[in-house]
């Protein structure tokens, strides 16, 4: 697995990982600049190119004062304060968002709250390009009052897109999906810019000038650079000009050049039926290439390398899921080892510790020490590219299924009938070629009406326990849910040597295999992970209120009854017989809002 996340900040440029930030040209009228909430911000006027380096800065004070203007300019943009994004655009964006937005609770304004907010972006971008943006996960902890603390300048970008939106709208409680629109398209806006820092970088070391257009050829040459530091970072800087020794160090390198040759062609084929999006200055049969040219084709692969990678993410999977013999998406470790020494896997080399903290092991088994197969597959140790803003992923299957579930439901809770019968209706796929029905277990119908029964006969879609249910109805596509805190989003170079297993330890696994072939699958205790303690993504207050009234209301009228019947003489206390009950579903697991 590759991935990279160093951090340089140097004071005359600022370097985040691989993205470094420049000045934006400020192009907004003052009016723009109290739409955002920045009144009180004396606009000076500055003559800078839209890609040119952020100036001299003595203080990271001053480069953080830097990076929220170019947070700014980017939100500018999105407004439609600056350089102008199209209607289609923020349609498009919307109608990714609709599905989610609807099936947000709200507060009594009808608007989301902080949290929501974020929850929304991540998962945008989670669906759109496989594409996790930096500090919007749902596992980063932020309470009702605050954004969050930041401890690097990159991490520092949520909040300020956030603060953005919040000046603007501070008298509207909430955000709402205009709202959620404009913060998707302004990170949007930011990841693009920041890609023309490396873009930069690759033409200096080529001696290119960027303000001269490139020959296709030469537009290859700077794509070949811009993919091996894009994927590797500094570390592979030596071996640029090397070609062969590029094909040795990543896996599948030709057909990676040919996907980046192959925007190029989108490009071409985009001048041709859309003359508009051509630069200034090349007609449609042009075989020269600006700089902006350049960058819009080094944008194109960021959002499409996800689909494009796919093929490798469905190959691990396919690995682990032909040892999963009962479907329950888990793999003993042994197996898992297994693969890397008997079959000279190169993929699955991650160390037990290491596993352990990415949430990918589950050490609740009567079988011993079980690898969870989408939590392996979705961990960031699988992540083929981390920049500093953004980390590109295997794409997570089980966004399909809940936006599915969401359009179904279009309300922040639904009734267990309801979910059994859109679920009922779905299949699983343990492979490409091996689809399913879905069946749905008396354990699992039990599950959900008992999550249910706690808040008052309906199910909250965006819980933890929810997400729980789905993992164990799909368990090879919806991760297992962890709570708060107990898992972590290292990759291999943060968290350090450790990260791969020495092959003494990973042989000592293999001894201790298991065989279960002959065991049923209930038998297993395949559920033996789950965990009664709920996670609310957003604040169901409103709902729940509701239903715990609801739910009062039932128990007081059991204990009237049943005091009525005492007094008639219609129970008897210490006669036998048959006994009728009045009783709620019990349900002794916790509740919070994180």
Not at 64 to 69: D, K, M, P, T
Not at 109 to 128: M, N, P, V, W
Not at 266 to 294: M, Q, T
Request: hydrophobic share 40%.
């Amino acid at each position: 697995s590759l991935a990279n996340s160093d951090i340089e900040l140097n004071l005359s440029t600022v370097h985040i990982g691989r993205i470094s930030i420049s000045m934006p040209c400020i192009k907004t009228v003052l009016s723009c600049f109290f739409f955002l909430g920045f009144a009180t911000v004396q606009v000076q006027a500055r003559a800078v190119e839209r890609r040119g380096a952020l100036r001299a800065t003595n203080s990271s004070a001053e480069a953080a004062a830097a990076f929220r203007h170019e947070v700014r300019a980017a939100a500018e943009e999105a407004l439609g304060c600056g350089e102008p994004v199209s209607a289609e655009y923020l349609k498009d964006i919307k109608v990714l968002l609709l599905p989610m937005y609807s099936t947000m609770p709200k507060n009594s304004y009808g608007r989301l709250e902080r949290r929501s907010l974020r929850y929304l972006a991540y998962r945008y971008f989670h669906q759109k390009s496989a594409l996790v943006v930096r500090g919007f996960e749902p596992v980063r902890p932020v309470n009702e009052s605050h954004w969050g603390a930041a401890e690097i300048l990159s991490e520092q970008l949520p909040a300020y897109v956030e603060s953005v939106l919040e000046s603007a709208h501070a008298q509207e409680h909430g955000f709402d999906l205009h709202d959620a629109t404009q913060m998707v398209a302004t990170l949007d806006r930011l990841i693009f810019d920041s890609e023309s820092a490396l873009l930069e970088r690759i033409y200096g070391l080529q001696h290119k000038p960027s303000n001269r257009p490139l020959s296709e050829a030469g537009l290859k040459q700077v794509l070949e650079a811009y993919m091996a530091l894009w994927m590797a970072g500094d570390d592979i800087l030596p071996l640029l000009n090397r070609p062969r020794s590029l094909e040795q160090v990543f896996p599948h390198w030709q057909q990676v050049i040919s996907f980046a040759h192959g925007q190029i062609s989108a490009l071409n084929f985009e001048r041709i039926h859309k003359p508009e999006a051509r630069s200034n200055g090349n007609n449609v049969l042009s075989s020269r290439y600006s700089f902006e040219d350049a960058h819009k084709v080094v944008g194109g692969i960021t959002r499409s390398f996800a689909s494009f990678w796919e093929s490798e993410c469905q190959m691990m999977k396919e690995k682990l899921v032909s040892a999963d013999k009962h479907r329950t998406g888990r793999v003993p470790l042994s197996k898992f080892y297994g693969k890397t020494l008997n079959d000279a896997e190169w993929r699955f080399g991650e160390s037990e510790s290491y596993l352990r903290d990415l949430g990918a092991l589950d050490e609740t088994s009567w079988l011993g020490k079980q690898v969870i197969i989408p939590n392996y597959i979705q961990g960031v140790s699988n992540c083929i590219v981390s920049a500093s803003h953004y980390s590109i992923c295997c794409i997570n299957e089980c966004e399909s299924i809940m936006r599915e579930i969401e359009s179904a439901v279009g309300r922040p809770m639904a009734e267990p009938s309801d979910l059994f019968a859109i679920v009922g209706n779905m299949t699983a796929m343990a492979s490409l070629d091996d689809e399913f029905p879905v069946k749905l277990s008396s354990s699992l119908v039990k599950q959900l009406e008992s999550i249910a029964a706690a808040n008052g006969a309906e199910v909250p879609i965006h819980g933890r326990l929810f997400s729980q249910w789905l993992h164990y109805v799909f368990p090879h596509d919806c991760a297992f849910p962890h709570k708060s805190g107990t898992a972590s989003q290292l990759s291999p170079n943060q968290y350090g040597d450790g990260y791969l297993a020495e092959e003494d330890d990973m042989a000592a696994h293999t001894k201790e295999e298991v065989h279960e072939a002959s065991v049923d699958k209930e038998e297993l205790h395949w559920m033996s992970q789950w965990s009664e303690e709920e996670e609310l993504i957003a604040s169901y207050e409103g709902l729940l209120s509701t239903n715990s009234g609801w739910k009062q209301f039932v128990r007081i009228a059991c204990l009237l009854l049943f005091m009525g019947a005492v007094v008639f003489g219609a129970v008897g206390f210490g006669k036998k017989g048959a006994e009728k009950e009045c009783l709620l579903p019990s349900f002794n697991g916790k509740a919070h809002y994180v």
